[in-house]
């Protein structure tokens, strides 16, 4: 890892720990006044190499005895307000800037019955390959919020 990198991100661990940063774009705006570029693309790749989750009080580090599936189950008893299938798509709704984190939390799991994610402010669109394949992500989804 390079140095500036490292020390970016040490000032990110920084920063969440002092202050609640609700979005990728006010971490970067909270860069930019450390005087650090960041591309658009820079905080998201930082959050993930980090494990920084993002909660309803902020972003916040992974647990590390927490499994994977503990912080999507998480996650979807947290935001998630409604599940719609439609053929091999699933949408999920949320309230607004509930979507990342369900997005974040399943791309974490890589669940091979999952081609891709896509998550807007307040919905996620999950990919599947075929009907079938997303009535399975359904059902482990919903057996998970029971």
């Known amino acids: 890892m390079g140095a500036q990198k490292k020390f970016r991100q040490g000032q990110i661990l ?7 940063i609700s979005s990728q774009d006010e971490l970067r705006r909270r ?6 570029r960041a591309t658009q693309a820079t905080p998201s790749r930082d959050l993930q ?3 920084l989750v993002k909660t309803a009080s902020g ?3 992974l ?4 499994p994977p599936l503990a912080a999507l189950e998480r996650a979807l008893r947290e935001f998630l307000t409604d599940l719609r299938p ?4 699933l949408v999920l709704k949320t309230p607004p800037g ?5 997005a974040r939390a399943l791309d974490v799991e890589r669940w091979k019955e999952i081609s891709g994610t896509i998550a807007g402010d307040d919905t996620v669109l999950i990919i599947t390959p075929s009907s079938r394949t997303r009535l399975i992500v359904q059902k482990r989804m919903e057996d998970m919020i029971r």
């Open 14 to 20: 920084k920063l969440i720990g002092s202050e609640a």
């Open 63 to 66: 647990v590390a005895e927490e």
């Open 49 to 51: 190499e980090l494990r």
């Open 59 to 61: 972003y916040k580090p």
């Open 31 to 36: 860069l930019h006044h450390l005087s650090m």
């Open 98 to 102: 509930g979507a990342q984190p369900i």
């Open 86 to 89: 439609a053929q091999n798509l």
